[in-house]
């Protein structure tokens, strides 16, 4: 029996659908985690062979001495993945020290992590990238604004999601920004694209070809969503554009992608852009060796009619999968923010879209910085009925 460490199998509480499937295709699943084993949803209990509690998982002596009482009674781990952008380089580490090959390892952590690293493997992919400069002082900013002009966006070189992103307008921004950026963090700074985020999302076999493929779309921005602390709308493509299909795959071969789920985030350029392309091009935006994050798995079920959880899970087992996808929809995600006032009530919105529904309920505080604190989730077969609903249900009260 092949044996399975799962770092922080509790989240996102979604991520216990991952070990059943594993747990059901044979593996000995192991889970490492700081959350007390009682308080795990049954779900997730029922899917670990053994539960190993740490006091935290920042403590790297403390997962390392897990992995050691695990290997002492189970023997070699052939496994270990959280699926989880933050803790990647902590996953690796750990393959590195416990001499796990079947994922990335510590040296490979750089090419995945820093955005500015990245660029070089998009370029060897041929897929344009944003301009940039690693922000060192005031003059190397101001000359590099001379280049690209305002507005540019700067961010920390490894960072996850849009936290600490600054979008900077003017000369006063910049003043700004190099006033409150963190010390000792390195900030990558980039000509702005003006542009909507295409995804690529895959999960990709051994030999790095796709078994599963599906993509989305973000009409606004996430920098400002966090930012401006506004609602949030993004959703599953009903069907992967070709193009968006073709530079996924191309990343992936130049980035050396196997046995992963990955999340390749794309610009589509919503105008002309001199050096980038035309109106329409893909062009890159950053590579994230893990599933879309919160609730995307369930979203991406719900649009391709399948389960990429089991479609994951086979590849750990067997390195392909059977299972079949259905009918295609657009999955259409809307998060609220508290305190936000609406035309329309829940049971208006029930009311006209609860045959559409396939999750509504409260975001986990965790993930509400990015996806707002209530949210809708609904399957539409044209786009015209999908924008419609983003239309109502973002409606503000007059």
Known sequence: MKNFVFISPNFPTNYWKFCHHLKANGLRVLGIGDQPYDDLLPELKESLHEYYKVNSLENYDEVYRAMGYFIHKYGRIDWLESNNEYWLERDAALRTDFHITSGFQ????????????MKAFYKKAGIATAPYYLVKDMAGCKRFIKKVGFPVVAKP????GASDTWKIKDMEGLERFMEKKVEGVQYIMEEFIH???NSYDAIFNSNGDPIFETGNVTPMSIMDIVNEND???YYIQKDLPEDT???????????????RFVHFEFFRLTQDQEGMGKKGDVVALEVNMRPCGGFSPDMMNFANSTDVYKIWADMIAFDKTDLAQGEHFYCAFAG???????KFSHDDIMAKYGSNMKMVGRIPAALAEAMAD??????????EEMDQ???DILAPRN
Do not use: H, P, W
């Open 106 to 117: 510590a040296a490979d952590m750089a090419k995945i992590k820093c955005k500015s690293s």
């Open 195 to 197: 542009a909507e985020v």
């Open 336 to 342: 609220l923010r508290d305190g936000k006032e609406f």
């Open 374 to 383: 209530k949210m809708y989730m609904a399957n539409f077969s044209t786009k």
């Open 157 to 160: 070189d490894n960072g996850v």
């Open 231 to 233: 609602n949030s709308i």
């Open 389 to 391: 609903f983003y239309s």
């Open 245 to 259: 299909r073709a530079a996924g795959r191309a990343t992936a071969k130049s980035f050396g992608v196997k046995n």
